[in-house]
């Protein structure tokens, strides 16, 4: 769940980036006062946090919606994997084999 949390953040919130600030405006309020390498780390610290609370939330929201939904057994998913997903599995192999070999020009 942390992992799907972290890679929705990456992908979809912006990672690491802090939402309607650039990294220049916050490195130069806070350089003013005391100087450029203290200004950086401070940054970092600043982005680390805004990802650790993207993921964090999205974590939340993971969490409601499974709390929301009703759980079903599991042996209802692996019934439907057998009897449903295998065959389509088998039937994809085989079209794709089959169409493989006729834009080959090498029918059977």
């Not at 799907?4 to 003013?32: E, N, R, T």
């Not at 200004?39 to 805004?50: N, P, W």
Request: aromatic share 10%; hydrophobic share 55%; with cysteine.
């Amino acid at each position: 769940m942390l992992t799907v949390a972290a890679l929705g953040a990456v992908l979809f919130l912006g990672g690491f980036s802090i939402p309607f600030l650039p990294q220049q405006v916050v490195v130069a309020f806070i350089a003013q006062a005391y100087g450029e390498g203290f200004a950086t780390g401070v940054c970092m610290l600043l982005h680390v946090g805004c990802f650790a609370a993207k993921v964090v939330g999205l974590v939340w929201l993971q969490q409601k919606i499974r709390s929301a939904r009703r759980r079903r057994p599991e042996f209802s998913w692996t019934e439907r994997g057998v009897r449903v997903l295998l065959p389509l599995a088998f039937a994809n192999a085989a079209v794709t084999g089959a169409a493989i070999l006729l834009l080959r020009g090498e029918a059977p």
